[in-house]
């Protein structure tokens, strides 16, 4: 008589997740140097990267982005560039309308900056962001490690900026903020606007973001007005305690 299987235990670990938010500007890469650019052009990727072929200088591989865009006519321009460019190997759009089209894109890179994340036992919790030529990782890690190490990584391939780094916290009743809302405010952190004192201000941040100096503030008076409350009330109760 077969003894039946037990059951395997769940491991359980001590350690605190840690949660980091990490942007990369990647040096030689397609990804950054056509959002840096196209500062109008934000990518989202919404499929996991698919590897052809590996050599010792360069990597094949595939992904689809969702490609979002202030106007037509500067979604038009960005294709267009990404079609004629020497490392795209197929661009092939899958849906288009208005100011956002989907696309299958296989390029070559000198290396992958998903596989280090994957590699670094971090975890993505959400859809990589390209825009203004970096990318931006939400990441979750066990091993508060795996982020010291994905960040020296990194820093082997690019430039690395660390936007946040400390205890993971579920976001509970966060308010949710409108893509541009987001698009403003990781701007606005990746240029030192709310570092003291500021690296930059409204007019240089409406430039790069190819919009007027009002929408720009406009964007991130929002977005603060959405996020601070909740913040503030975060740390009241806290200090209660």
């Given at each position: 008589?077969?003894?039946k ?15 980091a ?5 990647h ?14 052009i ?43 460019r020497?490392?795209t ?82 976001s ?51 977005a ?6 909740h913040?503030?009330?975060k ?7």
């Amino acid at each position: 008589m077969k003894k039946k299987k037990q059951p395997q235990e769940i491991q359980k670990t001590d350690s605190k997740l840690k949660a980091a938010t990490i942007g990369f500007y990647h040096q030689n890469c397609q990804t950054s140097i056509s959002t840096e650019k196209f500062p109008h052009i934000t990518l989202e990727q919404v499929s996991p990267v698919v590897y052809f072929r590996r050599e010792k200088d360069w990597m094949d591989y595939s992904l689809i982005w969702n490609v979002k865009a202030e106007k037509e006519s500067e979604l038009e321009e960005y294709l267009n560039y990404i079609k004629k460019r020497n490392d795209t190997k197929r661009l092939s759009i899958l849906n288009k309308s208005g100011t956002e089209a989907l696309i299958l894109l296989r390029f070559k890179s000198p290396s992958s900056s998903y596989e280090k994340v994957l590699e670094s036992g971090t975890i993505p919790t959400s859809p990589v962001i390209a825009k203004e030529g970096f990318e931006t990782y939400n990441l979750l890690a066990i091993n508060p490690k795996g982020i010291k190490n994905l960040s020296k990584e990194l820093d082997a391939i690019g430039d690395v900026k660390m936007m946040r780094v400390g205890e993971y916290k579920n976001s509970g009743d966060l308010p949710s903020l409108t893509h541009k809302q987001k698009d403003a405010l990781i701007m606005a952190m990746i240029n030192g606007y709310y570092k003291w004192p500021k690296s930059t201000n409204l007019e240089k941040l409406s430039e790069l973001a190819n919009i007027s100096r009002r929408s720009m503030q406009e964007r991130l008076r929002r977005a603060e007005s959405k996020l601070f409350p909740h913040l503030i009330k975060k740390h009241v109760k806290k200090g209660e305690k």
